[in-house]
């Protein structure tokens, strides 16, 4: 029986039931079959190359993450309450007693469990508002209120 080449191998991370790719790996992934290697697979499938970047896009995803669970009504107040949230978890809040532990506790609070991840790529240090606001200032979507009913 004839062993199935390398494109035949990974079908399934693009054509199997049910299959979930992000945009554009299929081609990254295929190119990067094509390029004899040339290229690293990291730079085909637009991922980090080293491991300061995959930290820092670790941090960012967590940070993203802690956003979903703030409400504001528009970016500004919302990379405000985010920070403020953040360096009251770091400062006075269960990062004090979590620190050395790898995984927050089963029944933690979800926004809780995103800044102990986050805060776990920044070695505890929170971001200045202005590097908060550029990772997660599209998280906070402007809400525009409806305008008054007309008689």
């Not at 199997?16 to 085909?44: H, I, Y």
């Not at 991922?47 to 967590?62: H, M, V």
């Amino acid at each position: 029986m004839a062993r199935p080449n390398l494109y035949e191998q990974f079908a399934f991370l693009w054509d199997g039931p049910g299959a979930r790719v992000p945009p554009g790996w299929r081609e990254g992934f295929m190119k990067w079959l094509d390029e004899t290697n040339s290229l690293s697979l990291e730079r085909c499938l637009g991922l980090p190359s080293t491991k300061a970047k995959r930290l820092d896009a670790l941090r960012a995803g967590w940070l993203c993450e802690a956003a979903r669970y703030i409400d504001a009504p528009n970016p500004t107040q919302g990379v405000d309450q985010l920070r403020r949230e953040w360096d009251t978890f770091v400062s006075r809040g269960p990062w004090r007693f979590w620190r050395d532990d790898e995984h927050p506790p089963d029944d933690a609070p979800r926004l809780d469990r995103a800044l102990f991840y986050a805060s776990k790529f920044t070695g505890g240090k929170t971001l200045s508002g202005r590097h908060l606001r550029r990772i997660v200032g599209h998280a906070f979507p402007e809400k525009r209120q409806a305008p008054p009913p007309t008689v």
